[in-house]
């Protein structure tokens, strides 16, 4: 009898049949396929390569055909008008070609402001704004020369598809380059007036959101407080009327209490009108507002305000406001033993700091009263730093824009304070 190694023994069943053998071959699997060449963000470059011809010839074509007609009916009444409802659409494919590079391109692209519009203009007048429109134009001479740019593109691309396909990222990539440069050059609201007409639209917003909010708290402690207190008093003082006769001394009694009530209410409102603009902060300015605040905070303050003149009310209250906000979280929050505010004028800027040896920790996130802070500041183009390690000390540094106080708020001022005098 021979022995077979098992090398030699066929695969399959007990009965030396071949089904064991098929079951085997069908136990294995095949290794899945790798993950296609090119990440996504090289193929989004690819398609729009591939798109520059179709888009640029599109827009040229347009461009052209408005741009020619519009400048040859310029010495006549249709001309102007042809041209600025070019710009119009020229405008809009700006705006589409930003969506295009924003999507395929990864490119961060803010919109520019509209066209400005008044109502009392009259026609001349909105024509000749949307004819000096510098986004129009740019967006104009962007489709202008696109188009050579396009049929290079797109010929490269194409050609390195079948005959350069292991570059074709790094050739993407540069071409796209390019892309963006014009996108960024010509679409992008460059100009300093652009943008600043975006952050003032912000901080009209910020200034809108934050009067409505101290509208409510007035509102608020006005209900709550005062009149929720004069109401208890009319009250009481209607009862003692009635009792007056019947029962003298139960009416004095109630008076007396009423008498308590008023001087309440008094305080509520002095507490009330600090809070909204105080008294001593339109006498003598923030020098001497900054000392009384300082003498309420729960943690001894050290004031020093070197400032060679008042500046505008605004500003003035500004400043005062910040300080008390920041006094209120060193007395709640720092576990501070000792504070200083320092307020000193740098040529056209104003200038707060405000440090305490507390424990540190503060930080303008998760939407504290430190934001709400840097927004008010943000608003009026100032600026807000909160350095405030962990066990502290605490450094808060804010900076105002300086704006000189009117003859007419000055001369105010300096009466009203006579008048107390």
């Not at 408005?66 to 310029?74: E, F, P, S």
């Not at 109401?231 to 019947?246: D, N, R, W, Y």
Request: charged share 25%.
């Amino acid at each position: 009898m021979t022995s077979s190694s098992p090398a030699d023994r066929p695969v399959g069943g007990p009965d030396g049949g071949g089904h064991g053998g098929v079951r085997g071959r069908a136990d294995e699997r095949l290794p899945r396929p790798p993950a296609f060449a090119f990440p996504p963000q090289t193929w989004k470059e690819i398609a729009y390569l591939l798109a520059n011809l179709l888009v640029g010839i599109v827009c040229f074509v347009f461009t052209l055909v408005w741009l020619a007609v519009g400048l040859g009916l310029a010495v006549t009444v249709v001309g102007l008008p042809l041209l600025a409802l070019g710009l119009r659409f020229s405008r809009l494919l700006g705006r589409l070609e930003r969506n295009r590079a924003r999507a395929l391109l990864s490119v961060r692209i803010d919109e520019p402001s509209p066209l400005p519009y008044h109502p009392d203009s009259g026609f001349l007048g909105r024509l000749w704004t949307s004819l000096r429109d510098p986004v129009g134009w740019r967006a104009t001479l962007y489709a202008l020369i696109r188009l050579p740019w396009s049929v290079v593109t797109f010929a490269i691309t194409l050609t390195s598809l079948f005959a350069a396909w292991p570059v074709l990222p790094w050739i993407a990539r540069g071409l796209t380059h390019v892309d963006r440069a014009m996108v960024r050059g010509l679409l992008f609201p460059s100009d300093e007036l652009e943008r600043r007409i975006a952050e003032l639209e912000s901080d009209r917003g910020t200034v809108v959101d934050t009067a409505a909010a101290d509208l409510r708290r007035i509102e608020r402690d006005l209900h709550d407080g005062a009149q929720a207190r004069l109401v208890a008093l009319a009250m009481g003082l209607g009862l003692a009327k009635e009792k007056l006769e019947e029962d003298p001394e139960a009416a004095a009694k109630m008076v007396d209490e009423a008498h308590g009530e008023v001087k309440l209410a008094l305080q509520e409102l002095r507490d009330l009108a600090r809070g909204i603009h105080p008294a001593i902060l339109t006498d003598r300015g923030l020098g001497p507002a900054l000392s009384a605040l300082s003498a309420r905070c729960t943690v001894p303050v050290k004031v020093a305000v070197e400032l060679p003149e008042r500046p505008a009310p605004a500003i003035e209250g500004i400043a005062y406001f910040t300080v008390s906000e920041l006094l209120q979280n060193i007395s709640k929050h720092s576990g501070a033993r000792t504070a200083e505010v320092d307020v000193w004028r740098t040529e056209d800027r104003l200038l707060i700091q405000v440090r305490d040896d507390g424990r540190g920790g503060a930080s303008t996130d998760g939407g504290t009263g430190l934001a709400g802070l840097a927004e008010r500041l943000g608003s009026v183009d100032g600026l807000f730093v909160v350095d405030s390690p962990s066990g502290g000390p605490t450094a808060v540094t804010a900076e105002l824009p300086w704006r000189h106080r009117t003859g007419s708020a000055a001369g105010a001022a300096v009466a009203r304070s006579r008048r107390r005098a």
